[in-house]
């Protein structure tokens, strides 16, 4: 039998409904970040660094894009005849077909994959999630402890810590209570949804709750792992990671990579992100083209201005065209003579010529404002705005739209523009 010492399992099953369109049609972790990558590529990469070679990807919603995205694991060297890369999506049983109830529920239904891999730990990963950080020295801390299950924990500010799982500890790190989103916390640990469990106690909690409604591992496994005496320990990560869970985090994750000193580095040497690329050729920049703190993925050719912006694969920025401060995803099509302010733009769109977006007052989105907000104009996939219409903030616009879709050729802020059949 193979035995491998530490397994993952990425949980990658998530609608990611705060994203609005953008995840209306793909999984959240299979979107496009930082001009060549999907958010799934982080984690993937943090494996491989950590020596991590055998990765189960629990999917669910929407999962063609992110299957078609990790195929066998090549660029994260994960293609390997024992362990790699495994895609895992809910299966037909005989009985009765199960969706994954609960993030601890779809463990719970892949136990004979990992059983197959007689692991001693497993190291258990939220598909979502910016960041860097090496599992090895998470596990050594495990193993020092003596702990049965770790959990990674970051400081955060004592007035956000009510939006989060909290841990509290004693001064070796070990964990005493915990408490899901306290209104008057008396910890600033908060959860990161990274564990490693001995295989042995992860085994027992998933059998003994396996009935538990909703199966999850904040609401059941870690409460019972407790409850029953098992020593849990607090590992504190104090790297950068961002949870791109929000559009408005999301736009600004992918801002910051364009700091002069980004907080988050992709390019260093010794821990690579890992990605599937197209095979593309060069940038191209017109001689009239200008591009101040941006990054151009390859394949692009830009003939107007970029400034502060993330510019994906193939994509093109016509003459006299105007794009700040704005995400444009891959093999989208900006014509000439456009503005784009704040705007979030997926992938194969078609913005005609002389089209404005983010302009004017900002006003309250009128169907999701806790989505759209921000001043940040989001336009959906494959979407089509005609020649010369002009969009304010606050707005979105998902589906292939004609000039009779706005009155006076303009799409007011805070309005919602999604065509049937696209939602």
Same mark, same amino acid.
């Given at each position: 039998?193979?035995? $491998?010492?530490?397994?993952?399992?990425?949980?990658?099953?998530?609608?990611?409904?705060?994203?609005?369109?953008?995840t209306s049609k793909v999984a959240k972790p299979a979107v496009a970040?930082?001009?060549?990558?999907?958010?799934?590529?982080?984690?993937?990469?943090?494996?491989?660094?950590?020596?991590?070679?055998?990765?189960?990807?629990?999917?669910?919603?929407?999962?063609?894009?992110?299957?078609?995205?990790?195929?066998?694991?090549?660029?994260?060297?994960?293609?390997?005849?024992?362990?790699?890369?495994?895609?895992?999506?809910?299966?037909?049983?005989?009985?009765?077909?199960?969706?994954?109830?609960?993030?601890?529920?779809?463990?719970?239904?892949?136990?004979?994959?990992?059983?197959?891999?007689?692991?001693?730990?497993?190291?258990?990963?939220?598909?979502?999630?910016?960041?860097?950080?090496?599992?090895?020295?998470?596990?050594?801390?495990?193993?020092?402890?003596?702990?049965?299950?770790?959990?990674?924990?970051?400081?955060?500010?004592?007035?956000?810590?009510?939006?989060?799982?909290?841990?509290?500890?004693?001064?070796?790190?070990?964990?005493?209570?915990?408490?899901?989103?306290?209104?008057?916390?008396?910890?600033?640990?908060?959860?990161?949804?990274?564990?490693?469990?001995?295989? $042995?106690?992860?085994?027992?909690?998933?059998?003994?709750?396996?009935?538990?409604?909703?199966?999850?591992?904040?609401?059941?496994?870690?409460?019972?792992?407790?409850?029953?005496?098992?020593?849990?320990?607090?590992?504190?990560?104090?790297?950068?990671? $961002?949870?791109?869970?929000?559009?408005?985090?999301?736009?600004?994750?992918?801002?910051?990579?364009?700091?002069?000193?980004?907080?988050?580095?992709?390019?260093?040497?010794?821990?690579?992100?890992?990605?599937?690329?197209?095979?593309?050729?060069?940038?191209?920049?017109?001689?009239?083209?200008?591009?101040?703190?941006?990054?151009?993925?390859?394949?692009?050719?830009?003939?107007?201005?970029?400034?502060?912006?993330?510019?994906?694969?193939?994509?093109?920025?016509?003459?006299?065209?105007?794009?700040?401060?704005?995400?444009?995803?891959?093999?989208?099509?900006?014509?000439?003579?456009?503005?784009?302010?704040?705007?979030?733009?997926?992938?194969?769109?078609?913005?005609?010529?002389?089209?404005?977006?983010?302009?004017?007052?900002?006003?309250?989105?009128?169907?999701?404002?806790?989505?759209?907000?921000?001043?940040?104009?989001?336009?959906?996939?494959?979407?089509?705005?005609?020649?010369?219409?002009?969009?304010?903030?606050?707005?979105?616009?998902?589906?292939?739209?004609?000039?009779?879709?706005?009155?006076?050729?303009?799409?007011?802020?805070? $309005?919602?523009?999604i065509k049937a059949g696209d939602k």
């Amino acid at each position: 039998m193979v035995k $491998k010492e530490m397994i993952a399992m990425l949980l990658a099953g998530g609608q990611g409904s705060r994203l609005g369109v953008f995840t209306s049609k793909v999984a959240k972790p299979a979107v496009a970040f930082g001009s060549k990558y999907r958010i799934i590529d982080f984690p993937l990469s943090n494996c491989i660094n950590s020596g991590v070679d055998t990765v189960g990807v629990l999917t669910q919603y929407q999962p063609l894009r992110l299957n078609t995205h990790i195929g066998i694991g090549i660029p994260w060297d994960l293609d390997r005849n024992i362990g790699g890369v495994t895609v895992l999506p809910p299966y037909e049983k005989s009985a009765n077909s199960e969706w994954y109830t609960g993030t601890a529920n779809a463990i719970y239904q892949n136990m004979d994959y990992m059983e197959s891999f007689n692991p001693e730990y497993v190291l258990i990963l939220s598909g979502d999630h910016i960041y860097k950080m090496d599992y090895e020295v998470m596990l050594d801390f495990h193993k020092q402890n003596g702990a049965e299950v770790t959990i990674a924990v970051m400081p955060v500010p004592m007035e956000e810590a009510k939006r989060f799982g909290i841990m509290i500890t004693d001064k070796e790190r070990k964990i005493v209570d915990f408490e899901e989103k306290p209104e008057n916390p008396r910890s600033n640990l908060a959860s990161m949804g990274i564990y490693i469990f001995n295989w $042995k106690t992860l085994k027992e909690a998933l059998l003994r709750n396996a009935e538990q409604p909703g199966l999850d591992f904040g609401k059941h496994v870690i409460p019972y792992c407790h409850a029953k005496g098992a020593p849990l320990y607090a590992y504190e990560f104090n790297g950068y990671w $961002k949870d791109v869970g929000t559009l408005h985090s999301y736009w600004e994750a992918n801002m910051e990579l364009i700091d002069i000193v980004p907080e988050f580095n992709l390019y260093e040497e010794y821990w690579k992100i890992y990605t599937r690329s197209e095979i593309l050729p060069p940038q191209y920049l017109s001689s009239e083209s200008v591009v101040e703190r941006s990054i151009i993925g390859e394949g692009s050719e830009i003939y107007g201005q970029v400034y502060n912006s993330v510019i994906g694969c193939g994509v093109t920025i016509g003459e006299g065209t105007v794009v700040r401060d704005s995400i444009v995803m891959n093999e989208t099509r900006v014509g000439c003579n456009c503005e784009l302010y704040k705007a979030i733009v997926a992938e194969n769109v078609v913005i005609e010529d002389g089209v404005k977006i983010g302009v004017g007052e900002e006003a309250e989105n009128e169907t999701d404002p806790h989505i759209y907000n921000h001043g940040l104009v989001a336009i959906g996939e494959k979407s089509v705005i005609p020649e010369g219409i002009s969009i304010g903030k606050n707005s979105v616009v998902f589906g292939v739209t004609s000039a009779d879709d706005y009155r006076d050729g303009a799409l007011p802020s805070g $309005k919602t523009l999604i065509k049937a059949g696209d939602k």
